[in-house]
């Protein structure tokens, strides 16, 4: 993509690029990545930590936004070794827990473009479902809402790490505003909620909405068939005291 962007110029005149947090889905596509990019890929730093971009460039002019910052200094626990296993892979990684997500970083470099670097994988609070212990000993198996798709990782602290990600979940929860569930509206609601808007307007100081309540009202009387002793007949002329 940023190949269809910029114009060959601008390749030719490029210093440098950085690349900070790849994850493991960056790694996936760097194949792909690469054939597009060509000799520039020598021009490209991969930072892995924001503490490696500073080395390059001075803090005062990052540019990078507060929660990017934060995210790496707001680490509340953090556990390693640990082996992550998904789709049948096992990785080695780190796990640190913040306030509003989890970094997953691998233990061993990756080749990035001409360089090396850790993967680092964000999984926000809001995206976790449930964490759980493990059939197994020493496991702990976090249900992801992306894809409905399970991470487990093994670690000899795996009750530990259950502990601080469910605390975690819950001040995340508390945090968040309480929204009121609604009943859905229902087709056998219809006869009350016209009774009732009827009803409330009858005695309303407005003599056109008097009247438009009380055609409402024999309207909904004759659809309906309520039992009633007087027969309620609607007019167009007509006006309620």
Known sequence: ???????????????????LHPNTTF????????????????KI????????????????DCGLSDATKESENEVQSTFSPVSKIMFGKKTDVEIRIGKDSIQVISLKPHPLFSTSGQLVDFIPIS?????????????VVMKLESGGQNITFVSKVASQIVQQLNDS?????????????????QPSDVPGTLLNMALLNLTSTNPSLRAAAYNLLAAACQTFSFNMQS???????????
């Open 1 to 19: 993509q940023m190949a269809k962007i910029l114009p060959p110029q601008a390749f030719d005149n490029l210093d440098q690029a950085f690349i």
């Open 127 to 139: 995206g976790i479902v449930k964490v759980s212990a493990g059939a197994k000993d020493n496991e």
């Open 231 to 241: 027969v309620l007949i609607a007019g167009s002329e007509i006006a309620l005291a």
């Open 45 to 60: 730093v991969v930072c892995s930590f924001v503490d490696q971009l500073y080395e390059y460039i001075k803090e005062s």
């Open 169 to 185: 979940l819950e001040r995340y929860k508390l945090t968040r505003p309480q929204t009121k569930s609604h009943k859905p509206f």
């Open 27 to 42: 790694k996936k596509y760097l194949k792909r990545i690469s054939k597009h990019v060509g000799r520039a890929s020598k």
